[in-house]
C-alpha cells in the first residue's frame, strides 16, 4: 500500500479485521479499505468515474410493440391448448419485440403458462426486449407466483442483466416490490451486491427502507459465510 501510494497509484487493501485492530490502524495510505472482496467493486464505482458502453445516460424507450398473432397472444392470454400444441422452435422463437412466449407469460403473469413452457423445455434465459430476461420482467411488474416458478427451474440464471445493466432483483427493489424481493433473496444463486450501469446494487436502488434492510441483511449473511468459511480453513 505504501508503495502504490508513493507511486500515485491507488490502493485497496483487503483488511478482515487485523489492521483496524492493531496499534494506530494503520493502512499504508490505502485508498480503498474494504473487509470483503465482495464490496470491492461498489467501492470502486463510488471513487472513480467508470466509462463504458454503458454510463451514459439511457433515454427513455416506448414499451414493447404488442403481440399481433401466434405463440406470444397465446402466452399472454394464458391459453395452455395453443400453447401445448406448439413445438419447441416455435415457443422459443422471439416475435416482432424480441420477446419470446415465456418473456410475454411471465410479464402478464400467466403462472400456468409459464409453468407449462418451463415443462416443455422452453429457454429460461432467453433475453427480449431491451434484453431482459422472463425473471427481469417478473421482478419488475412484482409478480411474485411466476418469480417463485421460474426460480424453481435450475437452469434459472437469476443475475443475468438486461441493456441497461438492471438485473432481475434491481427490479424488485426499484419498483418497490418487498415480497418479490423477499421471494428472490431467499434463492442463494441471486447475488445481492449486483452493480447496476451506476454503481448501486439493489439496496442503493430502491427508495423503500424495509427493502434495503432486507438486501442489507442478505450481504451481511453472505459476508459472514465467507468469514465463517475462512475461519474453517484456518483451523
Request: charged share 25%; hydrophobic share 45%.
Amino acid at each position: 500500500m505504501v508503495f502504490a501510494s508513493n507511486a500515485g497509484v491507488a490502493g485497496a487493501l483487503l483488511d478482515t479485521g487485523r489492521v483496524a485492530q492493531s496499534a494506530g490502524g494503520e493502512t499504508g495510505g490505502a485508498a480503498i479499505v474494504t473487509d470483503s472482496l465482495a464490496r470491492l467493486p461498489h467501492l470502486i464505482w463510488q471513487m472513480f468515474e467508470i466509462e463504458s458502453e454503458h454510463s451514459g445516460k439511457h433515454a427513455k424507450v416506448p414499451a414493447p410493440p404488442a403481440p399481433e398473432a401466434g405463440a406470444a397472444k397465446a402466452a399472454i392470454s394464458g391459453d395452455l391448448f395453443i400453447l401445448g400444441a406448439l413445438s419447441l422452435p416455435e415457443l422459443d422463437s422471439a416475435d416482432a419485440s424480441g420477446n419470446t412466449p415465456l418473456i410475454w407469460a411471465a410479464d402478464n403473469n400467466q403462472a400456468e403458462a409459464v409453468a407449462s413452457l418451463l415443462a416443455k423445455g422452453a429457454a429460461v434465459n432467453a433475453r427480449g426486449y431491451l434484453g431482459a430476461t422472463a425473471l427481469c420482467r417478473a421482478c419488475r411488474r412484482g409478480h411474485v407466483a411466476v418469480i417463485e416458478i421460474l426460480l424453481a427451474d435450475e437452469r434459472t440464471d437469476p443475475n443475468i442483466m438486461n441493456d441497461k445493466l438492471q438485473a432481475p432483483l434491481h427490479f424488485a427493489a426499484f419498483k418497490l416490490a418487498p415480497e418479490a424481493v423477499r421471494v428472490m433473496l431467499s434463492d442463494e444463486r441471486v447475488d445481492p451486491f449486483v452493480l447496476d450501469r451506476k454503481g448501486r446494487t439493489p439496496a442503493e436502488d430502491t427508495s423503500d427502507a424495509g427493502i434495503k434492510d432486507m438486501v442489507v441483511k442478505r450481504q451481511d449473511e453472505i459476508l459472514a459465510g465467507f468469514r465463517e468459511a475462512k475461519d474453517a480453513v484456518l483451523v
